[in-house]
T-cell receptor, first 110, second 119 residues
Framework: ELKVEQNPLFLSMQEGKNYTIYCNYS?????LYWYRQDPGKSLESLFV?????AVKQEGRLMASLDTKARLSTLHITAAVHDLSATYFC??????????FGAGTRLTVKP | GAGVSQSPSNKVTEKGKDVELRCDPI?????LYWYRQSLGQGLEFLIY????????KSGLPSDRFSAERTGGSVSTLTIQRTQQEDSAAYLC?????????????????FGAGSRLTVL
């Protein structure tokens, strides 16, 4: 069964600092997604990574995919308070299932 | 519709009662997914529909849970004889992904969820 693991699960950062969230998955897949969830809200799509070596950037967030290592990273540069949210990675399987990691709850403090 | 619509948004029920949760996906989206999110937890996969059929029911936690989809559109998740551990947010998502050869992105659009509280 496909397993998707994220770490850390909780992350408290100071504004202006950098950090990386990791997403490992257990089976072959070359499609990985990052979603953001604000408190009390539903999930919204952030990034779509469709091949080995894919890199996407939006503002202070950059996501990458290494399909050989079955690893995706979400890098945060110079964090700001507005980035406080829960971030989920998800893996698309050949059966069109979409399985999510447990999420990383990010808190950015002034 | 313009987005994924779920109802009710909140449901409080007594232990042992049955509940029905409804999901109205984006028009034309053939794939529909149900997930459960307990407070502060990740997303637990429940079931996935392609059209009216459910290729993967493996995530349903017990035989008290069932789901159907009619007309390739609206889906209903039914929980019978609810228990306190069923308390959670139930999220529905849809995508235009079709079955067969899989390629390209499969971005899910989520509804706002149905928050269930079992007393």
């Amino acid at each position: 069964e496909l397993k998707v693991e994220q770490n850390p699960l909780f992350l408290s950062m100071q504004e202006g600092k950098n950090y990386t969230i990791y997403c490992n998955y257990s089976t072959t897949s070359d499609r990985l997604y990052w979603y953001r969830q604000d408190p009390g809200k539903s999930l919204e799509s952030l990034f779509v990574l469709l091949s080995n070596g894919a890199v996407k950037q939006e503002g202070r967030l950059m996501a990458s995919l290494d399909t050989k290592a079955r690893l995706s990273t979400l890098h945060i540069t110079a964090a700001v308070h507005d980035l406080s949210a829960t971030y989920f990675c998800a893996v698309d399987t050949v059966n069109n299932d979409m399985r999510f990691g447990a999420g990383t709850r990010l808190t950015v403090k002034p | 519709g313009a987005g994924v619509s779920q109802s009710p948004s909140n449901k409080v029920t007594e232990k042992g009662k049955d509940v029905e949760l409804r999901c109205d996906p984006i028009s034309g989206h053939t794939a529909l997914y149900w997930y459960r999110q307990s407070l502060g937890q990740g997303l637990e996969f429940l079931i996935y529909f392609q059209g009216n059929s459910a290729p993967d029911k493996s995530g349903l936690p017990s035989d008290r849970f069932s789901a159907e989809r009619t007309g390739g559109s609206v889906s209903t998740l039914t929980i019978q004889r609810t228990q306190q551990e069923d308390s959670a947010a139930y999220l529905c998502a849809s995508s235009p992904r079709t079955s067969g050869k899989v390629s390209g992105a499969n971005v899910l659009t989520f509804g706002a969820g149905s928050r269930l509280t079992v007393l």
